[in-house]
C-alpha cells in the first residue's frame, strides 16, 4: 500500500490507496471567507501576481479540511499578459484587442516563465515550503483551445459565437493560435514543474462547445500538443473536460494520466469508454453541496459507486465550487468521501 | 409518396419523404434585416403580444428561404406573465419576484389562454391564414425545467446555479413548481394546436445542466406531464434537448414523435440510442453557417449522413441561429439539404 503522502499521486497513477483521495476544483475561492477577506482590501489580478498573497491563498482550504491535494491559486489567462496580450479582469478576463489576424497571432511573444510569469514560479515554491508534506501541489494552465476562445471573442461569453465562427471562417488561423498557445502552455506548465508542482493540470473549459470533428482539429490538437511536450517532467498530467460528454471517446490518445469529467457523465460510463489506461476525476454535482447532509451523503455515495470502488479515481466536483456554498458542506463532503471509501470499497 | 404540403409532417412521423424537411431554430430573428427593421420600432415584448407584428415576423423567413416549416414567433417566457410571474426582457427574462417558497408556488394562476395568452392564438390563426399551404406552423413552449430555471433564478445565467441548487435544497417545492408549470404548458400547448398549429415543440434549453437521475426526477417529470396530455391533439409532439448527450438513453420513454438535438451528439450515435421508434430534429452546428460555401456544403452533407438518409430525419440547426449570422449562408444550406437529399438518399 502506498504512503498516506502520496495518496493522490497514486491515485493518479492507478495505484491502489487506503481511501479515494479527494480535492475541489476552486478550492481556494470566494466561498471562503477568509478569501473574501483577502479579495476586500486586493484586486483578484494583484492577488495572482504576489506571491506571498497567492501562496496564503492556495494553504487557507487546507487549514479547514483535510483535503488530498492544493491547486496553485491563479487564473488560466495570467501567463497570456507575459505574451503581449492586453488583459484585464472586470471581473472575468477582458481582452484589449482580440486576436482574429494571422498578424495578431504572429505578434504574440513565445512565453518565457522566469521572465514572464515569475511570481507565479515564486508562489510554487513557497507553497510547496509551506503545504503539508502528504498534499501535493498541482500547478495548471488552460487548454489552449479554451484560451483562444477568450482571446478571439475578447470577453466571456455563453456560446463563445465569435471564437466558434472562427474556427470555420478560418481554420488556418485558428491553427496556427492553438500551437502558439500549445507551445507557451507547455514552457509554462514545464516551468511549474521545475518549480515544484508534484501534477499538472491542463483546463478545457469550452472544449465541449464544438462538435466531435472539431473538437479533435482544434481543441486535441492543441491539448495534445502541450500535454506531449510534458510527457518528461515525471509528474502526472491531468486534463479536465467540461460538457465533454460526446467527445470522450476521443481522449484514448491523449497522454494524459487522468481525466477529469463534469457531473453530467456518470463515471461508470466514462470508464467504460476511457479505458483501463486513464484514471478519472470527478464528478459531483456541485449543486449537490446545497442538500441536506443525508442527501449530499447519497449524492457522494453514488458518485463513489459509479466510479466502481476501483483505484484510479479522484474525488472532486465536476465543475468549480460556487461563492455561495457553505464551507461546512466541504468539511462534510471530504469526510463523506474519505469515511466510506476507506471501508475497503477501493482497495483490491 | 407523401404530398409535398406534409413533407415536414411526413418526417415527424417516420414517413418516407422525396426529401429531407428543414426548418431553423430563430429562424424568425435579428439575423434578418426585415426583422430588424420592425424592431428598431417595436420592443420585443410588444412584438411577441401584437398579432400582425407578431404574424409578419413569423413569414418573413418563408419569403425569403423555401423552409419546410414555420415557427411561431414568440418567447418561451410569454405565457408565465399570464400566471401572474413579474416578467420583464432587459433583454432577457427578468422576474421581479423570483419563485422560491411554496406560497410564491401556489399564488401562481393556473394559465387559461383564451384569457391569459390571446393574442399567441390569434398569431397563430393569422399565421396559418397567411403562410403557404405546404409550409406547417409549429407551435412551441419551454419545458417546465427550463421555464423553472428562470422563475427562480430571477434571471438568465450561465449556470443558473440558484435554480440547481433549489432542487437539492428543497425538491419537494421543485416538484410542486414543475407540475404547476407543466399542466400550464400543457393548456398552452392545446390551445395553439385548436387555433391551428400543426405541430408542438417543447424547447428544454437547460435540461442538459442536470446530472441523469436529476434529469429524470425534475426535467422528465415535467415534460412527461406536458406531452402526455397532448397526445390526443393528434399532431406531432417535439422535444428539443440542449447539451443533452448523456440524457439521451432516459427519452425512451418520452411521448415525443421527435426528438431535437443539439451539434454535439452526431446524429448517428443519436439514432442507436433512440431507437427506430422517434424521429431526429438537427444538427448542425450554428457556427458553420460562418464557413465558406464548400466547407458549408460538407459539413451539411456530413449531417446527412450521419441521419442516415432515413425517413424520420428533420434537418435544423443543432441551436438557435446566431444574430450575426449571413442570410445569404441560410439561402445556402436550405438549398443543399434538398438537392442533397432528394437525390434519393433518404428515399427507401
Known amino acids: 500500500m502506498s504512503e498516506p503522502t502520496a495518496v493522490f499521486l497514486a491515485a493518479c497513477r492507478r495505484q491502489v490507496v487506503p481511501y479515494t483521495p479527494i480535492w475541489i476544483m476552486r478550492q481556494a475561492g470566494r466561498y471562503l471567507p477568509e478569501y473574501r477577506q483577502i479579495r476586500a482590501r486586493v484586486s483578484f489580478e494583484a492577488l495572482t501576481r504576489t506571491p506571498e498573497l497567492a501562496a496564503e491563498v492556495t494553504l487557507q482550504p487546507l487549514r479547514r479540511f483535510p483535503l488530498d491535494a492544493a491547486i496553485l491559486f491563479s487564473d488560466i489567462m495570467t501567463p497570456l499578459a507575459g ?30 516563465p522566469h521572465r514572464d510569469v515569475p511570481f507565479v514560479l515564486e508562489t510554487v515554491r513557497r507553497v510547496r515550503a509551506e503545504a503539508p508534506r502528504h498534499v501535493p501541489l498541482i500547478g495548471f494552465a488552460g487548454g489552449p483551445f479554451t484560451l483562444l476562445c477568450y482571446l478571439v471573442s475578447g470577453r466571456p461569453s455563453k456560446e463563445f459565437e465569435t471564437a466558434r465562427a472562427f474556427l470555420y471562417a478560418s481554420p488556418g ?45 482544434f481543441a486535441l490538437r492543441g491539448a495534445m500538443r502541450t500535454l ?121
Open 83 to 112: 505574451m503581449g496580450v492586453d488583459l484585464t479582469f472586470e471581473p472575468g478576463p477582458v481582452i484589449g484587442q482580440p486576436i482574429r489576424t494571422d498578424a495578431a497571432i504572429d505578434a504574440l511573444r513565445p512565453l518565457v
Open 173 to 217: 488561423s485558428a491553427e496556427r493560435l492553438l500551437d502558439r498557445l500549445a507551445d507557451a502552455m507547455a514552457a509554462y506548465l514545464g516551468a511549474q514543474a521545475q518549480a515544484g508542482a508534484q501534477a499538472l493540470m491542463l483546463f478545457e473549459s469550452w472544449g465541449g462547445l464544438l462538435a466531435p470533428p472539431e473538437f479533435e482539429r
Open 228 to 348: 506531449a511536450a510534458l510527457r518528461n517532467h515525471g509528474v502526472p498530467l491531468i486534463y479536465y473536460l467540461n460538457q465533454g460528454t460526446a467527445l470522450l471517446d476521443r481522449l484514448a490518445n491523449l497522454p494524459a494520466d487522468v481525466i477529469g469529467v463534469d457531473w453530467r457523465a456518470p463515471l461508470g460510463a466514462v470508464r467504460r469508454v476511457l479505458g483501463a489506461q486513464q484514471a478519472v476525476q470527478g464528478n459531483l454535482d456541485p449543486a449537490a453541496l446545497f442538500a441536506p447532509a443525508d442527501e449530499l451523503a447519497r449524492q457522494a455515495g453514488r458518485v463513489l459507486q459509479e466510479a466502481g470502488g476501483a483505484p484510479g479515481h479522484i474525488f472532486n466536483l465536476g465543475h468549480g465550487i460556487w461563492p455561495q456554498t457553505d464551507p461546512d458542506a466541504v468539511a462534510r463532503l471530504v469526510d463523506i468521501v474519505h469515511e466510506r471509501s476507506s471501508r475497503g470499497d477501493n482497495r483490491l
